[in-house]
């Protein structure tokens, strides 16, 4: 190993591509990839870090060219080092670009200015000052006067207090700093997004099963799945462990999903850790978040919360990243590279050492089977605190109603259900499994849908008559004629919860509803608006998609109707089944978070499908035994290992050639899939074809995906467009 691959000072410099150095006699064998070195750089050949991204026998240019390593550099903070291990782990598990890898695991690319506090400091006595301010309102000075007769009082003033209620100008302040009256000073502040200003809180005494999985994860460094129901007291076993690792002098990255991340989630942790924990969220400026990845790397705090990115907040001595609700799809990075948020904290963990706690209340399969393989130590809370028990559910087949001739979308038990909550005084949510937005529109004659001219995707209407197209934004005119068949019998075909309250609000026209879907929570703020208003008991009866069934404790719903339970099961994609009964559990567990005890209505067209029935008696075990029988018949993960690779062009037989092309590329020991028209087989005039790797194991696959990088970097592409996804 005779050469390093070198990034040049990646905070500085704008850097595209690898440099390549001779690694010095007496430093082979001690240079790795990660290791911050110093290089000749540049005209002048002076040196510059640099981070060596990899190590190898052939030198790309004749020897004679390359320069040496001057040195390992100890002056750099290792934790960047660290990180770019991580980001080249990333590179080879994703595929992405080394600087794509590296802008994603160093959110801070370029630093801010820090934002500055200036101060006004008297630099006389008082007595000189009073007779100052004497001379200033002789002279008629006012502005002067003002700040004088303040300055008799207070030695230091804030520039803002002057400047804002004093006001005086800038110039008057000047020209008392000329005559030496006072001086100007500034320090840096950092921004801090939160300000904790509350109480704080004690431990709780915990349960045994607390007890038990504190102790567990407290005592050994490892990987760890909290498997506990909803609201079994996950968040109070995190508040211990965190506390007991900052107490061993590490700091510790709690990932909760975007979602999640309310102001009361928040509020616990800052009763318990005060300022010492802070918080990033996608809100955040750049600057915001420069401030947050300082204040870890000097030791100011030692929590962070934050969603998925908050994994790469470089703190000095990592011991531990915890990650709620782990089985959430917002895990899984849009962006190239779309890393796993799960796989990549356990390499993090990994190299730093540090220890990986999942909790979920529905364990992700991929979790819950490494958990049976012994990768992770299981741990089980399986009791709720807070003296409720787990709701009741009931199934109800739609297709009973309809024969007995219930055309509303409301079942008779579920609208007796509500009836008798409304009565009692008591909360309910109604949730509409169903992802997509309100009502595209179809012709009841032919039954042509209308669609977007640009991707294959169906228009749907909204309140302003206007039909829109969420890929793209296409707007266009509400249409009142079938364009195909001319009929004027074209309706929105709604299932969607705008439906859901009009429904509501004709059969119970004394109930107070509330709605929250994307379309209610476009506003700022929105989200937590509805959130809080439904917990301060302004509205009998909360609708919504699956926003409104993640993580949210009102104690006063003993009611949850889930409506379409199985419409997600018609979802294209294996994991549907797993998907439909997370929802419909966290939808059940919503229910008799207080006193009383709760129950749920699962209304659905296909009440022997497995994820329905599993979810309504809450048998985790039962649907895990069945879901990973369905995935080792069919080689799916977490039994077998695919990527699904996407090519786009606009130029439907170029992209169909591209896959076939990529297709040849695979290796004996991996099947692939396809080339098929993807499920969204056009957006924005590009066409979109698929293929999926299949294979027994991350490495075979990871083969297979590596060729065809190599292809398509020879490739003679025109503006075809290649992604892969690791599912
Ligand atoms: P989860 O995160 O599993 O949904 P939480 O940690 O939010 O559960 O706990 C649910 C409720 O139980 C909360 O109101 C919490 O204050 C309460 N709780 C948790 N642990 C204890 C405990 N050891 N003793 C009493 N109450 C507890
Ligand atoms: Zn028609
Ligand atoms: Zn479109």
């Not at 001690?30 to 990899?54: A, E, M, Q, T």
């Not at 690792?245 to 991340?261: F, K, N, V």
């Not at 004659?445 to 209407?461: A, N, Y």
């Not at 009383?596 to 067209?605: D, E, F, N, V, W």
């Given at each position: 190993?005779?050469?390093?691959?070198?990034?040049?000072?990646?905070?500085?410099?704008?850097?595209?591509?690898?440099?390549?150095?001779?690694?010095?006699?007496?430093?082979?064998?001690?240079?790795?990839?990660?290791?911050?070195?110093?290089?000749?750089?540049?005209?002048?050949?002076?040196?510059?870090?640099?981070?060596?991204?990899?190590?190898?026998?052939?030198?790309?240019?004749?020897?004679?060219?390359?320069?040496?390593?001057?040195?390992?550099?100890?002056?750099?903070?290792?934790?960047?080092?660290?990180?770019?291990?991580?980001?080249?782990?990333?590179?080879?598990?994703?595929?992405?670009?080394?600087?794509?890898?590296?802008?994603?695991?160093?959110?801070?690319?370029?630093?801010?200015?820090?934002?500055?506090?200036?101060?006004?400091?008297?630099?006389?006595?008082?007595?000189?000052?009073?007779?100052?301010?004497?001379?200033?309102?002789?002279?008629?000075?006012?502005?002067?006067?003002?700040?004088?007769?303040?300055?008799?009082?207070?030695?230091?003033?804030?520039?803002?207090?002057?400047?804002?209620?004093?006001?005086?100008?800038?110039?008057?302040?000047?020209?008392?700093?000329?005559?030496?009256?006072?001086?100007?000073?500034?320090?840096?502040?950092?921004?801090n997004p939160v300000v904790p200003d509350t109480e704080?809180d004690?431990?709780?005494?915990?349960?045994?099963?607390?007890?038990?999985?504190?102790?567990?994860?407290?005592?050994?460094?490892?990987?760890?799945?909290?498997?506990g129901?909803t609201g079994s007291g996950k968040t109070e076993v995190y508040l211990?462990?965190i506390?007991?690792?900052?107490?061993?002098?590490?700091?510790c990255i709690m990932l909760i999903p975007e979602i999640a991340l309310t102001y009361q989630t928040l509020l616990r942790f800052y009763k318990r850790f005060g300022d010492?924990v802070s918080v990033m969220n996608s809100t955040l400026?750049?600057?915001e978040?420069?401030?947050q990845?300082?204040?870890?790397?000097?030791?100011?705090?030692?929590v962070i919360i934050g969603p998925r990115s908050a994994?790469?907040?470089?703190?000095?001595?990592?011991?531990?990243?915890i990650i709620d609700e782990e089985h959430e799809s917002t895990y899984?990075?849009?962006?190239?590279?779309?890393?796993?948020t799960?796989?990549?904290?356990?390499?993090?963990?990994?190299?730093?050492?540090?220890?990986?706690?999942?909790g979920s209340a529905t364990?992700?399969?991929?979790?819950?089977?490494?958990?049976?393989?012994?990768?992770?130590?299981?741990?089980?809370?399986?009791?709720?605190?807070t003296?409720?028990?787990?709701?009741?559910?009931?199934?109800?087949?739609?297709?009973?109603?309809?024969?007995?001739?219930?055309?509303?979308?409301?079942?008779?038990?579920?609208?007796?259900?509500?009836?008798?909550?409304?009565?009692?005084?008591?909360q309910?949510m109604?949730f509409?499994?169903?992802?997509?937005?309100?009502?595209?529109?179809?012709?009841?004659?032919?039954?042509?849908?209308?669609?977007?001219?640009?991707?294959?995707?169906?228009?749907?209407?909204?309140?302003?008559?206007?039909?829109?197209?969420?890929?793209?934004?296409?707007?266009?005119?509400?249409?009142?004629?079938?364009?195909?068949?001319?009929?004027?019998?074209?309706?929105?075909?709604?299932?969607?919860?705008?439906?859901?309250?009009?429904?509501?609000?004709?059969?119970?026209?004394?109930?107070?509803?509330l709605r929250m879907d994307a379309?209610t929570t476009q506003e700022k703020d929105s989200y937590e608006k509805i959130l809080s208003a439904f917990a301060d008991n302004e509205a009998?009866?909360l609708i919504g998609t699956q926003m409104i069934v993640k993580g949210h404790d009102f104690p006063n719903v003993?009611?949850v109707?889930?409506?379409?339970?199985?419409?997600?099961?018609?979802?294209?994609?294996?994991?549907?089944?797993?998907?439909?009964?997370q929802l419909?559990?966290q939808a059940?567990g919503r229910a008799?978070r207080g006193?009383?005890?709760?129950?749920?209505?699962?209304?659905?067209?296909?009440?022997?499908?497995?994820?329905?029935?599993?979810?309504?008696?809450?048998?985790?075990?039962?649907?895990?035994?069945?879901?990973?029988?369905?995935?080792?018949?069919?080689?799916?993960?977490?039994?077998?290992?695919?990527?699904?690779?996407?090519?786009?062009?606009?130029?439907?037989?170029?992209?169909?050639?591209?896959?076939?092309?990529?297709?040849?590329?695979?290796?004996?020991?991996?099947?692939?899939?396809?080339?098929?028209?993807?499920?969204?087989?056009?957006?924005?005039?590009?066409?979109?074809?698929?293929?999926?790797?299949?294979?027994?194991?991350?490495?075979?696959?990871?083969?297979?995906?590596?060729?065809?990088?190599?292809?398509?970097?020879?490739?003679?592409?025109?503006?075809?467009?290649?992604?892969?996804?690791?599912?």
């Amino acid at each position: 190993m005779n050469y390093a691959n070198v990034i040049i000072d990646i905070s500085h410099e704008k850097v595209d591509r690898t440099f390549q150095y001779i690694i010095p006699e007496e430093l082979k064998g001690s240079i790795k990839p990660g290791d911050c070195v110093n290089v000749p750089f540049g005209k002048g050949n002076s040196l510059r870090h640099s981070y060596v991204i990899s190590i190898s026998d052939k030198s790309e240019i004749e020897p004679e060219r390359l320069k040496y390593i001057d040195s390992l550099s100890d002056s750099f903070n290792r934790i960047q080092s660290d990180y770019i291990k991580l980001a080249s782990w990333m590179k080879d598990t994703y595929g992405s670009t080394m600087i794509a890898a590296l802008k994603t695991v160093l959110p801070v690319k370029k630093p801010v200015k820090l934002k500055e506090k200036k101060k006004i400091i008297r630099k006389l006595s008082s007595e000189e000052t009073a007779s100052l301010y004497s001379e200033a309102i002789r002279k008629k000075h006012p502005a002067k006067a003002r700040l004088l007769n303040e300055l008799v009082k207070e030695e230091v003033l804030p520039y803002e207090l002057v400047t804002g209620k004093l006001n005086v100008s800038s110039s008057t302040i000047n020209s008392l700093f000329k005559d030496g009256v006072i001086s100007i000073e500034s320090e840096s502040v950092y921004r801090n997004p939160v300000v904790p200003d509350t109480e704080r809180d004690k431990a709780k005494e915990l349960s045994d099963e607390q007890r038990y999985a504190c102790d567990t994860i407290n005592e050994k460094t490892g990987k760890y799945l909290l498997h506990g129901i909803t609201g079994s007291g996950k968040t109070e076993v995190y508040l211990n462990i965190i506390e007991k690792t900052i107490a061993r002098g590490q700091q510790c990255i709690m990932l909760i999903p975007e979602i999640a991340l309310t102001y009361q989630t928040l509020l616990r942790f800052y009763k318990r850790f005060g300022d010492r924990v802070s918080v990033m969220n996608s809100t955040l400026s750049a600057g915001e978040r420069y401030d947050q990845c300082l204040r870890a790397e000097k030791g100011d705090i030692d929590v962070i919360i934050g969603p998925r990115s908050a994994l790469f907040v470089p703190f000095p001595n990592l011991g531990m990243v915890i990650i709620d609700e782990e089985h959430e799809s917002t895990y899984i990075s849009e962006q190239n590279p779309r890393y796993h948020t799960k796989e990549t904290a356990e390499e993090l963990c990994r190299i730093k050492n540090a220890t990986l706690v999942l909790g979920s209340a529905t364990p992700s399969l991929e979790s819950y089977y490494g958990a049976k393989n012994g990768e992770y130590t299981l741990l089980r809370l399986t009791r709720r605190l807070t003296g409720g028990t787990l709701p009741d559910a009931e199934i109800v087949d739609m297709r009973n109603e309809l024969r007995n001739g219930n055309r509303s979308m409301l079942s008779r038990r579920l609208s007796e259900l509500i009836k008798d909550r409304l009565d009692k005084k008591e909360q309910i949510m109604l949730f509409l499994n169903k992802r997509g937005y309100s009502g595209f529109l179809n012709c009841r004659m032919c039954g042509h849908v209308i669609k977007c001219p640009h991707c294959d995707v169906s228009l749907s209407r909204h309140n302003d008559g206007r039909l829109k197209c969420h890929y793209c934004g296409y707007e266009t005119g509400d249409v009142k004629k079938c364009p195909k068949c001319g009929s004027e019998h074209i309706r929105a075909f709604r299932v969607g919860t705008q439906q859901v309250e009009e429904t509501v609000k004709k059969m119970f026209p004394q109930a107070y509803v509330l709605r929250m879907d994307a379309d209610t929570t476009q506003e700022k703020d929105s989200y937590e608006k509805i959130l809080s208003a439904f917990a301060d008991n302004e509205a009998d009866i909360l609708i919504g998609t699956q926003m409104i069934v993640k993580g949210h404790d009102f104690p006063n719903v003993t009611l949850v109707g889930a409506l379409a339970a199985d419409l997600s099961l018609n979802d294209s994609d294996f994991r549907t089944g797993e998907k439909t009964f997370q929802l419909l559990a966290q939808a059940i567990g919503r229910a008799g978070r207080g006193e009383k005890t709760g129950l749920a209505i699962i209304q659905t067209y296909r009440p022997d499908h497995y994820s329905i029935i599993d979810a309504a008696t809450q048998d985790y075990e039962a649907f895990f035994e069945e879901e990973i029988s369905y995935r080792r018949l069919c080689s799916y993960p977490p039994a077998g290992c695919m990527v699904h690779v996407l090519v786009t062009s606009d130029d439907e037989r170029r992209a169909l050639g591209l896959a076939t092309a990529l297709k040849k590329r695979a290796d004996k020991d991996v099947a692939i899939i396809g080339p098929a028209p993807d499920v969204i087989s056009k957006v924005s005039d590009r066409f979109r074809y698929g293929i999926y790797i299949k294979g027994r194991s991350k490495e075979s696959v990871a083969a297979t995906r590596l060729k065809m990088e190599e292809f398509l970097d020879m490739a003679p592409l025109i503006n075809e467009n290649v992604t892969f996804d690791v599912l």
